[in-house]
């Protein structure tokens, strides 16, 4: 089993920026990639962006050049770097693995942007 804690959300003007941690202990040596995702109220949970193993990393178009993923294999940590936010980048943002072992969630932190 994998559990995901994810820290870092709050509240920041527009253009400001955020940085989101996702902490995974258990079994992660299961885990082939991790990704953020996020959701807003009465919309479905979209993919923000994903990192694999080895990684390679993919993002939403409506993130790129805005946000970075990264990992610290040391600290078994994915970030998410998030610069020049805007008001739809509201949500609540998820932490996700997946492997071998199963598809795991983390309990999600709310990113809320002001205009």
């Known amino acids: 089993q994998v559990h995901l804690v994810e820290s870092g959300g709050g509240l920041v003007q527009a253009g400001g920026s955020l940085r989101l941690s996702c902490a995974a202990s258990?079994?992660?040596?299961?885990?082939?990639?991790m990704g953020w995702y996020r959701q807003a109220p009465g919309k479905q949970r979209e993919l923000v962006a994903a990192?694999?193993?080895?990684?390679?990393?993919n993002y939403a178009d409506s993130v790129k050049g805005r946000f970075t993923i990264s990992r610290d294999n040391a600290k078994n940590t994915v970030y998410l770097q998030m610069n020049s936010l805007k008001p739809e980048d509201t949500a609540v943002y998820y932490c996700?693995?997946?492997?071998?072992?199963?598809?795991?969630w983390g309990q999600g932190t709310q990113v809320t942007v002001s205009s």
């Open positions: 258990g079994s992660i040596f299961s885990i082939n990639s």
């Open positions: 990192i694999t193993s080895g990684g390679s990393t």
């Open positions: 996700r693995s997946v492997g071998v072992r199963g598809d795991y």
